[in-house]
């Protein structure tokens, strides 16, 4: 036992080892409640990282009262100057990782601003049919293979398809874009990095290389391909980024590509493996939405991204001293806002942990809490999500998952790495 802001915690409570990330998710979640039945957020001391530094702790917001409401407060808890790592990131990584979503406004305003054209519903629309042609090739696809690993074969094709679609980069480049994405956010994980989990110099010196490399291989990508629609513009997400009244610089575009086809490929991919393997562990759910889809599978994508949350924090910094819900907290303070927690609290979800599609409301932070921050891929990662879903329910009705995922450890994105399946 160690005592923690004046709460006696047990040691294996501690949310900065990455051993507590390689536990069963349902050991996890028990975790999480017990946390959410104290009197007050705990405060979990900091793991320093070499060559990144480290702090003090930060307050784990683990109830959906304390992360919707310090969402929406953005002028005290602030994203800069990182919001996606617990360290605060050096120069020579924010480069590559210091996209909008470690920003405050005006600057996140003006750059969301700019590339909200992406995402407008009108854009969107005029995606149906791109989407379903590239969910019908990918199952074609795996079909032609035979099933094997639903992850690699199926949940990870389509978003990538669609990012790099929608900036209009080659298909050659499509399988290279996958794989430095999974080194950005499996950077703990063995299978992506070939090391070892610890953070002894050496293993965190190899693993910053690779970052590095990944980071410096997506900028390189995008900043080619920039200066091409500068010259030619072709009508595609890139050319309206870099031309026009307001424009992306080449640092700035570089860096939110890597954010959209991080978020944009790695969470859905997440959401649709997650998908497959909640209906196939509650077969009355899936015959409930198999029995209206058009009628309940917005429900369902919602209550997947609830059960699932591919993202599992963000962290803030208090701008100034502050009180949230009873609680003090001082200038400089960090905070982690747990998503996957505040998806399963029992003051807001009656039964937390059962899978319902009809769940109604259904008030989750799969997307980020409210506020400015919320994800601008919203309602694209629904409309993915809902075109394989029928794609793959229309043409393999027997589909199913088998056995369990493989998934990944990450203290920031809750995936599954493998997963089998059949048809």
């Known amino acids: 036992m160690r005592r923690l802001d004046g709460m006696t915690l047990p040691v294996d409570l501690d949310l900065s080892q990455i051993p507590f990330w390689g536990r069963p998710q349902a050991e996890r979640m028990e975790a999480f409640r017990k946390l959410r039945e104290l009197e007050r957020p705990a405060f979990v001391p900091e793991q320093a990282v070499p060559f990144v530094g480290g702090g003090p702790g930060y307050y784990a917001l683990v109830r959906h009262a304390d992360v919707t409401e310090a969402s929406r407060n953005a002028a005290v808890f602030s994203s800069e100057p990182c919001s996606n790592s617990i360290p605060d990131m050096p120069r020579w990584l924010s480069v590559y990782f210091g996209s909008m979503i470690n920003m405050d406004d005006p600057r996140h305003a003006r750059l969301r601003r700019i590339v909200s054209r992406a995402f407008t519903p009108r854009v969107l629309s005029k995606m149906e049919e791109d989407l379903a042609r590239a969910a019908a090739e ?40 996958l794989r430095r994405t999974n080194v950005i956010l499996g950077n703990a994980d063995p299978e992506y990095t070939g090391l070892s989990p610890d953070l002894s110099r050496v293993n965190v010196a190899r693993g910053l290389v690779k970052l590095l490399h990944a ?13 091409e629609r500068r010259r030619r513009p072709t009508g595609d997400l890139v050319s309206l980024l870099v031309n026009g009244d307001e424009r992306l610089s080449p640092q ?26 909640l209906l196939t562990d509650h077969p009355e759910q899936r015959e409930l939405l198999l029995a209206d889809f058009d009628g309940r599978i917005v429900g369902a994508c919602d209550e997947i991204v609830r059960c699932a949350t591919p993202v599992i924090q963000f962290r803030r910094t208090l701008t100034r001293d502050h009180e949230l ?34 769940r109604d409301p259904n008030p989750h932070v799969g997307f980020g809490g409210p506020g400015p921050h919320y994800c601008l891929g919203a309602h694209l990662a629904r409309r993915e999500m809902t075109v394989m879903f029928r794609e793959l329910f229309t043409r393999l009705p027997g589909i199913r998952a088998v056995g369990e995922p493989e998934f990944l450890l990450s203290n920031f994105i809750n995936g599954i790495k493998h997963l089998r399946y059949t048809f």
């Open 138 to 177: 990918i199952v074609d696809r795996a079909v032609a293979e035979g099933p094997d690993d639903f992850v690699t074969q199926v949940a990870a094709r389509l978003p990538v398809r669609v990012i790099c679609d929608m900036m209009g980069i080659p298909e050659k480049f499509h399988d290279m874009v």
């Open 215 to 227: 980071g410096f291989s997506l900028n390189h990508l995008a900043a080619r391909l920039g200066d």
């Open 252 to 277: 700035e575009l570089g860096s939110f590509f890597i954010l959209l086809v991080v978020a944009g490929s790695e969470t859905t991919r997440n959401a649709i493996a997650y998908g497959l393997k």
């Open 325 to 358: 819900n009873g609680v003090a907290y001082n200038k400089g303070d960090k905070v982690l806002l747990f998503y996957n927690s505040a998806n399963r609290d029992e003051s807001v979800f009656a039964d937390p942990d059962r899978f319902d599609i009809t």
